[in-house]
C-alpha cells in the first residue's frame, strides 16, 4: 500500500498546480472544477495531508472536498510561506515552485498547523457578509472624506451616500435572516451583547467565531485573532510589544471598536482608567480590554452564562 503524502497545491482561478514533499510525485496541473478536483483527490492514498494558501474563494472547492474525503486539509497564510520561502533561500517564484514550497512547509511543520474546519453555509455567507461589509464601510467614509468640501458636487455625493447606506442596510438584513437559521443563535448573540461595549456586529462575528472552532482556552482564542502581543527580546534588551495581527483583521477592527465604547461605559471605566494610569497608552488600554472581552466571551459561550461585572476581575 502506498504511504501517505504531504501534498501542496498552488491554486488559480482556473487551474491548481499539485506537488508533493516526495520526489518521485510529479508535479501536475489539475483544472480548478469540481469534477477533476474529486478524480485527483481520489487518486491520493488515504491519510495523506495536502495544504493550500488562502486565495480568496478559489481555494474553497479543493479545501472541502478534500476535507469530505477523509483527507488532512490545512488552509495556510500566505504571510507564511511568504517568510519560509526566503528562510530556505528560494530564488524564484513560479506556479511549481510555490506548490513544491507549500509541500515542503507541510512536511516539515505540520504538527504544528491547525487543520482546517469547513464553515458550515451559513457561517461561510457570514463571514463573507462581515467582510463585505467593512469594505463598503470604508468606501462610503472614503468618499465623505474626499468631497466634503466640493459643493459642486454635493448633491451627487449626497446620492451616492444614500446608496451605500442601502445597501448596509440589506447586508444588516441578510445577516439577520442568516443567523435566524441556526439553531440557538438568537440566545448566543443575547450573551454575548450584555458584555457592555459589544454591539450586534461584534456579536455576530464572534458568535460565527465560537460556533466554528473549538478554543481550547482564551490564550488561543486571543492568539487565533491576532491580538496577541508579540515580544521582541534578546539578552538585556526588552523590545516593544506588538500585536501579531496573524488573524482576522475584521474581527481586530471589530473588537477594538467594541473596546473604544467600552471604555467609555461605566462598567469598563474603572479598569481602562486603572491601566491608563499605569502609563499604558489610549491605544494600548484600549487593546488590553479587547482581550479581557475576547476571554470573557469564550467563558460565556462555554458556559452559557450571561455577562457579569465580576467577569472583568477573573480576566488577565
Not at 81 to 106: N, S
Not at 171 to 190: K, V
Not at 235 to 249: C, E, I, N, T
Amino acid at each position: 500500500m502506498q504511504s501517505a503524502l504531504f501534498i501542496g497545491v498552488d491554486v488559480a482561478k482556473d487551474n491548481v498546480v499539485v506537488a508533493c514533499s516526495q520526489a518521485t510525485f510529479p508535479v501536475r496541473t489539475v483544472p480548478n472544477k469540481p469534477a477533476a478536483l474529486k478524480t485527483f483527490l481520489r487518486s491520493l492514498p488515504p491519510q495523506s495531508s495536502i495544504a493550500m494558501e488562502a486565495t480568496g474563494s478559489y481555494h474553497q472547492d479543493l479545501a472541502d472536498l478534500a476535507h469530505q474525503m477523509g483527507l488532512r486539509v490545512y488552509v495556510l497564510n500566505p504571510r507564511d510561506l511568504h517568510h519560509y520561502a526566503k528562510g530556505v533561500g528560494l530564488r524564484a517564484k513560479t506556479d511549481r515552485v510555490d506548490a513544491g514550497l507549500i509541500a515542503r512547509f507541510l512536511a516539515n511543520e505540520g504538527p504544528r498547523l491547525r487543520p482546517y474546519q469547513p464553515p458550515t453555509a451559513e457561517q461561510r455567507k457570514i463571514d463573507q457578509l462581515l467582510r463585505r461589509r467593512a469594505k463598503i464601510v470604508t468606501l462610503k467614509t472614503a468618499l465623505q472624506l474626499a468631497c466634503h468640501d466640493m459643493p459642486s458636487i454635493r448633491t451627487e455625493t449626497a446620492n451616492l451616500l444614500k446608496s451605500f447606506t442601502a445597501l448596509l442596510k440589506k447586508i444588516d438584513q441578510q445577516l439577520a435572516t442568516l443567523q435566524q437559521a441556526i439553531p440557538e443563535r438568537a440566545q448566543q448573540l443575547q450573551r454575548l451583547q450584555s458584555i457592555p461595549g459589544v454591539g450586534p456586529l461584534t456579536a455576530c462575528w464572534l458568535a460565527n467565531l465560537l460556533d466554528r472552532i473549538r478554543f481550547a482556552n482564551s490564550d488561543a482564542l486571543v492568539a487565533f485573532t491576532g491580538m496577541d502581543p508579540r515580544p521582541c527580546d534578546s539578552g538585556q534588551k526588552r523590545g516593544q510589544r506588538r500585536l501579531s495581527k496573524r488573524g482576522p483583521a475584521e474581527g481586530r477592527r471589530l473588537l477594538f471598536n467594541a473596546a473604544m465604547a467600552a471604555a467609555r461605559c461605566q462598567v469598563w471605566k474603572h479598569t481602562y482608567e486603572h491601566y491608563r494610569e499605569r502609563g499604558w497608552t489610549t491605544t494600548e488600554a484600549v487593546l488590553i480590554l479587547a482581550r479581557k472581552m475576547l476571554r470573557i466571551a469564550l467563558a460565556m459561550y462555554k458556559t452559557q452564562k450571561s455577562f457579569d461585572a465580576q467577569f472583568i476581575g477573573k480576566t488577565a
